[in-house]
């Protein structure tokens, strides 16, 4: 999950460059072989992104069938004690929690008890516009509610207490304070609200705690062993540190044991680069789901502007033909994303959230890397707008 800068929270994760690579380094179909040469040329371009950016450290995963595996951590984990990152720690994942959400919901759509089109208003009382507001509207950002990590009297909450526990109605409370952006589907806006609602259909119509369904029919089924759906703010060992400047006052501050219930359905799971790199494929290949469903779930509409460049389906984009989500929240930033052309995985998970240049710190990873290994599909979002406004991340 994503604030925005020192006055609202904004959105949980859709949302430098390093000298271009020769074209010959990939085709428009393809990953490269993971050679010695491409290897090195990774490491060179993300130990420059970590100077430039200043994020404390980073580990990445690139893989694909036939293609090798490049997997590294750079830079430190704890900025009091030195410690190095490594790739096997747990790192908090902001908004990629909304891909397992929905995905939950998706398979209570696959086992009948709820439609797409259904009415909010069905299943949660009290919902502005809830008569109108369909499931399909809320996966694909495009209810109109309000956010309610946008809302001044939340980012006042959050930073005055880090430590203390959100339910989900204080959560839509914030959020209901304010009218409706836009009717039903008239636009794309970027709202963690929407997610704390479908949580809590999922555990209506699932009959179950959101945590104890998500871990039971898809953390389980997979082997994500290393994939938690937080309570409180308990974080395994061993960990990174995360630091944030998204603070009462501004200064940069070691967040790693905030509590993350603000974030819940939205943003609130911890995860490591081994699980990650086996839920790009499963979210992007549709394992848990019908085909019918999946094909639903991928089919994107624009997301900033027209351009399709940058679309959003079900809880999931496709930004230049990579598909998954990114994740931010305070001290942590994380991108998973899959290129089906060539069955490619990429991980990328830092212990900051503090923006470089105007943009998510994922974001400027993302970019460096694939523009060395696949120079037809950067990964690649233009900088938000100069006012405050919800970013897919």
């Known amino acids: 999950m994503r604030y925005s800068r020192m006055r609202a929270l904004v959105a949980v994760a859709v949302l430098l460059v390093v000298q271009a690579p020769a074209a010959a380094l990939a085709s428009a179909r393809d990953l490269p072989e993971l050679t010695p040469a491409v290897t090195a040329r990774l490491d060179s371009v993300i130990r420059q992104t970590l100077r430039e950016t200043g994020v404390p450290g980073v580990i990445v995963g690139l893989s694909a069938p036939g293609k090798g595996s490049y997997v590294r951590a750079f830079g430190v984990a704890d900025k009091a004690t030195g410690a190095a990152m490594k790739p096997d720690l747990f790192m908090r994942i902001g908004s990629e929690t909304k891909t397992f959400t929905v995905t939950a919901l998706l398979q209570l759509v696959d086992q009948g008890k709820a439609g797409l089109d259904d009415p909010i208003g069905r299943y949660i009382d009290g919902v502005p516009n809830g008569d109108r507001i369909t499931l399909r509207q809320l996966a694909g950002m495009r209810s109109g509610l309000f956010n309610y990590s946008e809302d001044p009297g939340f980012f006042k909450a959050l930073t005055g207490d880090p430590d203390r526990p959100f339910t989900p109605e204080e959560l839509l409370a914030f959020a209901f304070k304010h009218p409706p952006m836009f009717a039903p589907g008239a636009e794309f806006y970027y709202s963690n609200t929407n997610l704390i609602l479908l949580g809590l259909v999922v555990e209506k119509l699932g009959e179950l705690p959101l945590d104890e369904f998500i871990s039971r029919h898809i953390l389980k089924p997979e082997h994500l062993d290393r994939t938690v759906f937080?309570?409180?703010?308990?974080?395994?060992?061993?960990?990174?540190?995360?630091?944030?400047?998204?603070?009462?006052?501004?200064?940069?501050?070691?967040?790693?044991?905030?509590?993350?219930?603000?974030?819940?359905?939205?943003?609130?799971?911890?995860?490591?680069?081994?699980?990650?790199?086996?839920?790009?494929?499963?979210?992007?290949?549709?394992?848990?789901?019908t085909p019918e469903t999946q094909a639903q779930r991928l089919t994107m509409q624009p997301a900033l502007g027209t351009s399709m460049k940058m679309a959003y389906g079900l809880g999931?984009?496709?930004?230049?033909?990579?598909?998954?989500?990114?994740?931010?929240?305070?001290?942590?930033?994380?991108?998973?994303?899959?290129?089906?052309?060539?069955?490619?995985?990429?991980?990328?998970?830092?212990?900051?959230?503090?923006?470089?240049?105007?943009?998510?710190?994922?974001?400027?990873?993302?970019?460096?890397?694939?523009?060395?290994?696949?120079?037809?599909?950067?990964?690649?979002?233009?900088?938000?707008?100069?006012?405050?406004?919800?970013?897919?991340?």
């Open 230 to 289: 937080p309570t409180d703010a308990a974080f395994p060992a061993p960990h990174a540190h995360g630091y944030t400047n998204q603070t009462a006052s501004g200064d940069v501050e070691d967040s790693t044991d905030w509590n993350p219930s603000w974030g819940w359905a939205a943003g609130a799971m911890i995860s490591d680069l081994d699980d990650l790199r086996t839920w790009a494929r499963v979210l992007a290949t549709g394992a848990l789901l």
């Open 316 to 393: 999931i984009f496709n930004i230049e033909g990579w598909i998954g989500h990114n994740g931010s929240l305070p001290g942590y930033g994380s991108l998973t994303i899959y290129l089906p052309e060539s069955q490619a995985t990429l991980v990328v998970l830092l212990n900051t959230d503090i923006a470089y240049q105007g943009q998510e710190p994922s974001t400027v990873f993302g970019r460096a890397i694939t523009e060395v290994v696949t120079p037809d599909h950067v990964y690649d979002l233009p900088k938000p707008p100069a006012t405050p406004s919800p970013s897919p991340s």
